[in-house]
C-alpha cells in the first residue's frame, strides 16, 4: 500500500528566494489571457501575487485565491484581494469573464476535475480560462531520483507521496471539454529552466512531500543524495543546474447552453 501524500508546505519567503522563476516566466501566459480594462478575473492560486499584480497592472479588477495562508498573506501585503480558498470547492457563480492560472493546477491532484468544474461555475457566460501548468514529462528525472533515492530511506513505493498531477494534453482537452468548454488552444511546450539557487533550493521549496517522508534527522542527507544522483543529468560543468520542465498551456472558453 502506497503512503498518503504529505501535504506540501508553502513559504512566501522561501518561495521568494528559490522560485521567482515561476512568476517571471508566467509573462507568456498573461499575453495568451489579454487581460482587459475593467475586465474581472479569478486569479486561481495565485501564489505570493506576483502574476496578479500584472494582470492588475493591465487594468484588471483580481481577485487572487491560495489554499496557503502564508502565500496570501503575502499577497495581502502588495496590496491584492487575496483569499484563501480550497480549489477543489470554489465557491463563486458567474462572476468573472476569465479565471487565469499559472503553475498551480498540477498541485489540484486529488480532483482535478472538481477545480474545473469549479471554475465553469465562476465564469460568466461565453468566459475563458486560461493556465499553464505542470505537463506529461514535467521534472521527470527530478521524479525519478526522489523516488528512487526514498527506496535507499526504506521507502519502497512513493506513488501515494507524489504531489503532482501532470497530464498529456489529450488527457486534459478530454477534462476540459466534459466540463462544457470549447478548446481553443492547448499545447505541450517543453522548457528546461535554469534553477537561480541551484537543485538544492528547488528541492527545499517544491519536493517538501518527499523530504517529509524520512526521519527528520536523515532529511538534510536525503536532499544531498537526491542532488548528486540529478547532478550528471541536470548541472553542467560550470555548476549551473537546469530543470526539466515540460509544460502544458491552454486557452479554453465555456460554451453557451
Given at each position: 500500500?502506497a503512503?498518503?501524500?504529505q ?8 518561495y521568494a528566494k ?15 489571457l489579454n ?9 486561481l ?10 494582470l ?7 481577485v487572487g ?22 480549489a477543489y470547492?470554489?465557491?463563486?457563480r458567474?462572476?468573472?469573464?476569465a479565471v487565469?492560472?499559472?503553475?498551480a ?5 486529488r480532483?482535478?476535475d472538481a477545480?474545473?468544474?469549479g ?9 475563458r480560462?486560461?493556465a499553464?501548468m ?9 521524479a ?13 513505493d512513493?506513488s501515494g ?16 471539454e466534459?466540463?462544457?468548454?470549447r478548446v ?6 517543453p522548457?528546461?529552466?535554469?534553477l537561480?539557487?541551484g537543485?538544492?533550493g ?25 542532488t548528486?544522483r540529478l ?10 543546474w537546469t530543470a526539466?520542465?515540460?509544460?502544458l498551456?491552454?486557452?479554453v472558453r465555456?460554451?453557451?447552453?
Amino acid at each position: 500500500m502506497a503512503l498518503e501524500t504529505q501535504l506540501q508546505q508553502w513559504n512566501s519567503s522561501r518561495y521568494a528566494k528559490n522560485a521567482r522563476f515561476v512568476s517571471d516566466l508566467g509573462e507568456p501566459v498573461i499575453d495568451l489571457l489579454n487581460p482587459q480594462p475593467g475586465e474581472r478575473i479569478l486569479d486561481l492560486g495565485c501564489g505570493d501575487g506576483a502574476l496578479t499584480e500584472k494582470l492588475i497592472a493591465r487594468g484588471a479588477e483580481v481577485v487572487g485565491v491560495d489554499a496557503s495562508a502564508d502565500m496570501v498573506t503575502a499577497a495581502r501585503g502588495k496590496g491584492i484581494d487575496a483569499r484563501v480558498v480550497d480549489a477543489y470547492q470554489l465557491e463563486f457563480r458567474s462572476e468573472f469573464g476569465a479565471v487565469f492560472s499559472n503553475a498551480a493546477l498540477h498541485w489540484m491532484k486529488r480532483d482535478p476535475d472538481a477545480v474545473i468544474q469549479g471554475v465553469r461555475r465562476a465564469l460568466k457566460r461565453g468566459g475563458r480560462f486560461v493556465a499553464e501548468m505542470g505537463g506529461h514529462g514535467n521534472v521527470a528525472a527530478i521524479a525519478v531520483a526522489l523516488s528512487a533515492t526514498l527506496e535507499n530511506y526504506g521507502v519502497k513505493d512513493s506513488s501515494g507521496i507524489i504531489p503532482w498531477y501532470f497530464p498529456s494534453p489529450d488527457e486534459y482537452r478530454a477534462r476540459l471539454e466534459q466540463a462544457g468548454f470549447r478548446v481553443e488552444y492547448i499545447e505541450l511546450i517543453p522548457r528546461p529552466t535554469p534553477l537561480p539557487t541551484g537543485m538544492r533550493g528547488w528541492l527545499e521549496t517544491f519536493a517538501i512531500p518527499f523530504t517529509n517522508s524520512v526521519p527528520p534527522e536523515a532529511r538534510s542527507r536525503f536532499l544531498d543524495d537526491v542532488t548528486e544522483r540529478l547532478r550528471p543529468a541536470l548541472c553542467d560543468a560550470s555548476d549551473c543546474w537546469t530543470a526539466d520542465y515540460v509544460r502544458l498551456r491552454f486557452l479554453v472558453r465555456l460554451m453557451n447552453d
